[in-house]
């Protein structure tokens, strides 16, 4: 029956402790037949027995990262080469062209040194030459009058055999004397020696020859000498580069052997770093490195190591590197500070929170876990456990060396205990696959 008839049904005459007794009767009447609307309302909404079986879960993106700490060393850069343009001679410094900061071409002229000293010697040493040439020349003249005396004692030597052969004739027929005979005979045995002598004088002739040939060459050497000397007195660059430092100024006096200017070739730039000998073993000559220089700090460069020193320091133990990186638009100055990372070192392997791996009980630390990996199929998601192999952890992450690829979907945390083939719900705080970077 509706409360309102029931009311209806009670007198309006009756004490005041009936009513109250009434009103009791149907407030029990109205909590036993039905509910507030706010609870039906409530009700209405509790989702069906299949949403409630769907755990939430935050999804994340495989990525590789490093978990070792990837320490970043600073040096100064430096060029590769580094050259100074030194006096060879003494002289009186007259100019110089260029000035710190100057772009320089290999041989291009730099400066002038006062050559009237070396232009003197070269042209005593010239006139030296002259000298000797011209007793080569005297003594050649008189190798060919021996020559010709040495042809002329030999045509008097074949008369006189002859002679002599023909009075010996004349004798025998008795036609002339002995004496006579004798005579021709003795004549040409002196002809005979007078060739001897005049050949004899050729070979000593021909060995003065070649000797005044031999100063000759001598004092031309020393011409080329002195010529060399005087070249010493123009200064050209000996590399492609840029003035670093004008060491002395025209009119002052330079020693050989003294400083004027010092050169820097910066096609390439090295930069010397300090190692420590705990890393050391991570180095290796020809390792790309990354390099950073303030100057320039929207820029990466790409180095590598060129050379490590044998000897560490014995108080600090640290190993002196060297890195080297190409510069060919030559923008790179000395003097900039540097940083080099050694990235290249270290291997970067797949990365998640230790949270998201499910080790055996009671095995926080052991090298196999369960990882959860997203299956979506449409609208719907769900769980695929993934047996994985673990490595080094360090601040609530741990490496994954197999069984999880960059890029895949994996559960990062959830709010029940997950098993294989479990259908879940993605939070907002999920990442979507499109935003993953590999």
């Known amino acids: 029956m509706p409360i309102a008839q029931f009311a209806k049904l009670i007198p309006k005459s009756k004490p005041v402790w009936s ?6 009767l149907m407030l029990m009447l109205s909590s036993s037949c039905g509910g507030s609307p706010k609870a039906d309302a409530e009700s209405a909404k509790r989702p069906s027995g299949a949403q409630q079986g769907n755990s939430a879960v935050d999804v994340a993106i495989a990525r590789t990262d490093s978990l070792q700490k990837q320490l970043e060393y600073t040096g100064t850069s430096q060029p590769v080469r580094e050259v100074s343009v030194r006096a060879q001679i003494e002289g009186r410094l007259l100019n110089l062209k260029v000035d710190v900061g100057d772009q320089v071409q290999q041989g291009q002229v730099l400066g002038q040194l006062d050559d009237a000293i070396p232009v003197a010697a070269v042209t005593r040493a010239e006139a030296d030459v002259a000298a000797q040439q011209s007793e080569v020349a005297q003594a050649e003249a008189e190798l060919s009058n021996n020559r010709t005396q040495v042809e002329r004692t030999r045509l008097e030597l074949q008369q006189a055999r002859s002679d002599s052969s023909r009075n010996q004739q004349l004798f025998r027929e008795g036609a002339i004397s002995a004496q006579q005979a004798e005579a021709t005979r003795t004549a040409a045995r002196t002809a005979e020696q007078a060739l001897r002598s005049v050949q004899a004088q050729i070979r000593t002739q021909q060995q003065a020859v070649t000797a005044a040939q031999k100063r000759v060459t001598s004092q031309q050497a020393i011409v080329n000498q002195e010529a060399e000397r005087q070249s010493y007195t123009v200064l050209t660059s000996p590399v492609t580069g ?29 930069i ?11 180095i290796r000559v020809g390792q790309p490195v990354q390099v950073r220089l303030d100057a320039f700090p929207n820029q990466r460069f790409e180095g590598q190591v060129s050379r490590i020193s044998p000897a560490a320091d014995p108080t600090a133990r640290l190993v002196p590197v060297e890195v080297t990186l190409p510069n060919p638009e030559r923008q790179i100055r000395s003097g ?10 270290i291997a970067k392997r797949v990365v998640v929170p230790e949270a998201a791996v499910q080790t055996p009980k009671g095995q926080d630390k052991s090298d196999t876990g369960t990882l959860f990996v997203i299956n979506r199929t449409g609208d719907q998601a769900k769980v695929v456990a993934r047996s994985v192999k673990l490595g080094q952890r360090s601040d609530g992450k741990v490496e994954i060396l197999s069984g999880l690829k960059p890029g895949e979907s994996f559960v990062a945390r959830g709010n029940r205990t997950l098993k294989d083939g479990d259908s879940v719900r993605l939070s907002f705080l999920s990442e979507k696959p499109q935003q993953s970077a590999q």
């Open 272 to 282: 010397a770093v300090q190692i420590s000998e705990l890393e050391l073993g991570n």
């Open 336 to 345: 900039l500070l540097a940083r080099v990372n050694f990235a290249g070192t």
């Open 19 to 24: 009513q109250l007794l009434v009103a009791g």
């Open 242 to 270: 840029a003035v670093l430092q004008r060491i002395t100024e025209p009119g002052n006096l330079a020693q050989a052997g003294s400083e004027i200017l010092r050169l820097g070739d910066f096609s390439r730039v090295k």
